[in-house]
């Protein structure tokens, strides 16, 4: 952990973070920096990120630390070459905030601006909620990070649907880049 106390904490992250940046993502798999703790971090269900309990208005910071954030075993991290600061999340990181057919492919758009094409590698998984029985379906976006979709993006996907038998029974599915995938019981 750098011993400079400026470049600790949200600080530090978003500094590393842009250091770190360029096209594309930062090779978060590959970064193995010492656990430097927690920071007061909080992913809301709605998608909202929270830094010491006051959203974080800057989209423009979310997007930034969306793209250094890591699942591992004990959890969510914000990771850089130096500091691995464990955040908060209440359900999924990300929120599916639209969806397009585009051909024989459905790409998804996130509320941090990540494009997603469903399909072998970017699954679509409904759960039911536990408690209120409703679906919560989830879109994978990259290393073990998952999108909720959001209720307005399922309709459209529900309305996409069409019937097959499976395993389980008649479901309702979308097709998406070579892959079915079951939305729901016929």
Not at 132 to 139: A, I
């Amino acid at each position: 952990m750098p011993s400079d106390t400026a470049s600790t904490g949200l600080d530090g992250v978003a500094q590393a973070a842009k250091a770190a940046g360029g096209k594309g993502l930062p090779p978060v798999h590959l970064w193995n920096p010492p656990h430097c703790g927690d920071i007061d971090i909080r992913i809301a269900r709605d998608g909202v990120w929270f830094h010491e309990g006051t959203p974080i208005g800057r989209e423009a910071l979310v997007r930034l630390f969306s793209t250094i954030l890591r699942r591992d075993p004990d959890g969510f991290h914000l990771v850089t070459p130096v500091e691995k600061m464990r955040i908060t999340v209440e359900d999924a990181p990300f929120i599916a905030v639209r969806v397009d057919r585009d051909g024989e492919a459905l790409r998804f758009l996130t509320n941090v601006g990540d494009e997603v094409v469903a399909g072998p590698d970017h699954a679509i998984r409904v759960m039911e909620d536990p408690e209120t029985g409703e679906p919560r379906p989830y879109l994978h976006v990259r290393r073990g990070l998952e999108a909720l979709i959001a209720r307005p993006v399922f309709y459209e996907l529900v309305e996409m649907a069409s019937e097959r038998d499976t395993p389980d029974g008649r479901r309702f599915g979308v097709a998406s880049n070579g892959a079915w995938f079951s939305v729901g019981p016929a």
